[in-house]
Each structure stands twice: as C-alpha cells, then as structure tokens.
C-alpha cells in the first residue's frame, strides 16, 4: 500500500497510472464498498493500479469550523478496510481552507489535475469546489478520463449511510449497523492498567484507552468479540460509568474476556460489538453484581454461539 500526501503546493506526486474513487468513506459502508469494487474493476480494464482519494481532516473541520466530529471509523481503520477490498494507494487530500475555496475547474485542474488517473468512480451525490458547487455530473462531463457515477445503494429502508448508521449506533442498535456496513462496528485502543475492581469480584477486565474520535455506542452491556494477535475471544465489554464500586465521570471502556488468562496490558485490542444486552446500572451490593455478571457471560456466550 502506497500512501500520498496531497495538498495545494505539493507537487511531488507519483505520476502513477491509477484508477480511483474518490469519498469520505466514513463506515467504509455497502455503498461505499460498491465504490471500491468498481474501482478494482475498471483498473482491471485499463490496467492501472487501484486508488482511494479521501480528505484529512474531515470536511466538516474545514468547511464549518466543528472540531469535535465523531467517526464511525478512524482515517486507519478506512485504510485497512480498502487495502483489504483490492486498494493499492491511499491518496490524501490535505483539505484546507484554500482546497475548499477552490472553484470546481481548479480543483479538477490542480487537485485531482495532478494524478495520472485513467478512470473515476464517485457517488450520484459527490461535490466539490468551492461551496460545492462541482457534482458529479460536472465531473463526469469535464474530466479527460473516463468517470462512473454511481448511484445510491439501498436496503429495506432507503439509502445505505453513514448518517443512519450512526444513528443505529448510538441507539446501540449494533446488528442493524453491521448490516449496513458489511462487518460489525468496532473500536480499537491499547490496554492499559485500571484500578482491578474486577480482578477483586473474579472479573478481571481489560481496560481500553480509545481515541475521542470514535462516535461511541449507548452506553451499556455489550457481546462483543475481541481480537487480539490475531486470535478471537468471547467478550463481555461494559461502555459506562461503573457506578457502583469505581464511578467515572468519563465513560470508560472495559472488556471481560470470557476463558482468557493472560497478561495483555500494552496490547492493541479490537471490540466488535455484536449486541447490546442491557443498559448500566447500580447494584445494592458486590453479591448481586457478582449474580448480574454471571449471567451476562451466560448471555454473552449465547450469543455468540449463535453467529
């Protein structure tokens, strides 16, 4: 994988023959790995190497001046996710106040002007240039390459999107989102040391320092599936407060992993969130949290086992 920095001044850029799609890709979701396949099709046909343009920082940044924007996915996440559908490079538009300014002809001249591109995919509902005025249509008409427009992906419920599927998160509604994307919504930090409430009541759990740049489920119970070295364990992870014995006012996020012993402080972990099993709540006494534990690893192997 090949990555490259683009910006306004840069001129330094590979002269590489590619064909690419060009997005956000935030969820790296089924319409956006629609983009994705068209685009290892059409460099198949011309015989070019594949490329996925995307803007650092998020447009919104730039655009509106929101510093604080939560993501589906990390900008390493969106990488990985494309490496692995068939994508070659990763090309970064470094989106600044003057890109945004851009008149549409300028950016295609300038921007986009300065790839070796042999093909386009963008979505029906691409724009750019300055106050986005430049669309896909515009595109499609003007560029001395060959662009795909495609148009939108639907399920039972309408457009596929990284606004629903948000949606879907933060209502903690996991099994719907992971159906829109295509793989289950997850969160990956390193393990770090906590104060061993858990360890003390027989549930030792991995505490996990994860980036503020995550939109974050509903606070709750989770069944989730933690990775770590490549191997997968059953996992009962806990996105809350503690209120009964350790309270937080930051939520905090901590994963039992369930017929696990080992020591992984320092260790990359990644959650997926399979389903949410119940809200977080404070418990009259060690015993009875003890009682609620148990039977959410009881749950949590259910579910699991049903997959």
Known sequence: MR????????????????CACIGYFDGMHKGHQVLIAETVKM????????????????????LKG????????????????AVSLGIQNIVVLQFTKEMADLAPEDFQTRILGKLNLKGLICGFDFHYGGQGRGNAEMLQMNAPYEVKIIKEVDDESGKISSTRISEC???????EAAAMMGSYYSIEGEVIHGRAIGTEIGFPTANIAYSEEYLLPKPGVYAC?????????????????NP????????SL????????EDIYERNIRLDFIHFMREERSFHSKENLILQLEQDARNVRKIIEQL
């Open 43 to 62: 460099a198949k046909e011309k015989n070019t190497e594949t490329a996925l343009i995307t803007f650092d920082p998020d447009p919104w940044v730039t």
């Open 169 to 175: 998160i933060v209502n903690g509604e996991m099994e």
């Open 254 to 261: 901590e994963a039992y992993l369930l017929d696990f012993h």
């Open 66 to 81: 929101i510093k604080d924007i939560r993501h589906i996915t990390t900008i390493r996440q969106r990488i990985n996710k």
């Open 225 to 241: 599936i933690a990775y770590i070295g490549g191997k997968k364990y059953r996992a009962m992870t806990n996105l809350g407060h």
């Open 3 to 18: 990555m490259i920095m683009l910006s306004t001044e840069n001129t330094n850029v590979p002269k590489i023959p590619m």
């Open 244 to 251: 009964t014995f350790n309270y937080r006012q930051e939520l």
